[in-house]
């Protein structure tokens, strides 16, 4: 069913266009994201790190900056403020003291865990009119964009060896 | 099959939520097309404008405001800048002199045949990977999540009984 209304409409050469209704939905998602994760007192790029710390267990601070595309000057910044809110703790590789490596505190692990609800309430609200396996059909092709334009949405190999 | 790769990847927990993937690629997409309309001597609202206008044959400036969500001094400018570049003409309402409708010209009519070349580029770089059937799968959930959020995205009632 075609939904329709009354009030004003927006020309069908924008609303028709995958493109157009993709852009507009993703930008407006992201701006709202943005200001979700900033009322829970975070960044979206905090989040991007807690995550990749949650997954890597420690890290060093080149792998996080490779791995996000932050410049290094960039980094440092959103660490120190990680650091500053007891959120992560660095400390000097033992086997190599030039480098330091950086890992999650539990209080980092209990704001991550606040976070991700944030996230889950976006996705929630926007994605209310789809059910489960409609959610998984969207989600399966933007994946397959994203992962088309940008390497670092794929899979590590090993963990896709691992489950299959 | 889900693609691997052996350098860095994401976080999972970022890489698998489907409103993180939409809002990420939408915002890609939406800065990527204003830097390609741009390149074309068009901003984005330019494009909107236009085509409104090719569909509404003529227009007051209260209805393409409305329409558009401009602010009517926003608007007033889009108009002084498309109708310097003779893209649109301004008329008095010969039934209201207060007044004022908009139309497109022939040279607004090109442009516009030119910005919809650029957005279909838009779209083909971005979707490559889909076929034409998996970019409708993706268009249709789309399309139901916006006109969820926004009634402009739904279509003119009188447009849907004349199709059905």
Chains 1, 2 share one sequence.
């Not at 267990?57 to 809110?85: F, H, N, P, Y």
């Not at 660095?90 to 505190?105: E, G, K, Q, Y």
């Not at 399966?140 to 670092?152: E, G, K, N």
Request: hydrophobic share 40%; glycine share 6%.
């Amino acid at each position: 069913m075609i939904p329709t209304q009354s009030g004003p409409c927006l020309p069908l050469e924008l609303s028709s266009s995958p493109i157009i209704v993709l852009g507009r939905l993703g930008f407006e998602i992201k701006r709202h994201a943005i200001e979700q994760l900033e009322a829970a007192g975070s960044s979206l790029y905090d989040y991007s790190v807690l995550a990749l710390l949650a997954e890597g267990a420690s890290e060093t601070q080149a792998s996080i900056a490779d791995t996000l595309k932050l410049d290094r000057s960039q980094l440092v910044g959103l660490l120190d403020g990680l650091e500053e809110r007891a959120l992560i703790e660095r400390r000097r590789d033992p086997n190599d003291r030039r480098r330091h490596t950086v890992s999650l505190t539990p209080a980092g692990k209990a704001q991550l865990g606040r976070l991700r609800a944030v996230v889950k309430q976006v996705e929630d609200h926007f994605l209310a009119p789809l059910d489960a396996e409609s959610r998984q059909v969207l989600y399966q092709l933007l994946f397959r964009v994203a992962c088309h334009h940008d390497t670092r949405f794929a899979r590590p190999a090993e963990v896709v060896a691992a489950v299959s």
